[in-house]
């Protein structure tokens, strides 16, 4: 028997990014939006899907791998360097208002939740989802 209420990682993906506001890959075209929403989502909360921390680095390294994963070039992806080039050294990143103190990318707290624990974060992710639906 299958649990309908058991998200797959792409539902908790999109429903999550929803409930942050992401609007996927903003400023560039709309290709690979699942990675775009994946990177929204680590660099504003700082925490994957069950609470491990992630950071900056990471989740750009991720935002990557995705891109590369999806695309037929595969790592020779033009566009999976490009948009790591962007969100790695041009301070580009989708969702992000720096004056606010939001993401991972301004050194500063994420979101409001610098002093949150893993398990908070994880705790947290899930209540923003269900307030979404």
């Given at each position: 028997m299958v649990n309908e209420n058991v998200m797959t990682y792409?539902?908790?993906?999109?429903?999550?990014a929803a409930?942050?506001?992401?609007?996927?890959?903003?400023?560039?075209?709309?290709?690979?939006?699942?990675c775009c929403l994946e990177h929204?989502?680590?660099?504003?909360?700082g925490v994957m899907r069950d609470g491990t921390p992630i950071t900056e680095a990471e989740a750009n390294a991720r935002f990557r791998?995705?891109?590369?994963?999806?695309?037929?070039?595969?790592?020779?992806?033009?566009?999976?360097?490009?948009?790591?080039?962007?969100?790695r050294f041009g301070g580009l990143h989708p969702s992000v208002n720096r004056d606010q103190g939001?993401?991972?990318?301004?050194?500063?707290?994420?979101?409001?939740?610098?002093?949150?624990?893993p398990e908070e974060?994880?705790?947290?992710?899930?209540?923003e989802v269900e307030r979404a639906r």
């Open positions: 792409r539902e908790w993906v999109e429903d999550t409930s942050l506001g992401s609007d996927g890959c903003t400023g560039v075209g709309a290709m690979y939006r699942f929204d989502i680590f660099w504003r909360t791998s995705c891109i590369q994963r999806h695309s037929p070039f595969g790592w020779w992806s033009p566009l999976a360097w490009i948009r790591w080039l962007g969100v939001s993401g991972i990318g301004d050194r500063g707290s994420r979101r409001g939740y610098s002093n949150e624990r974060a994880r705790r947290r992710i899930i209540a």
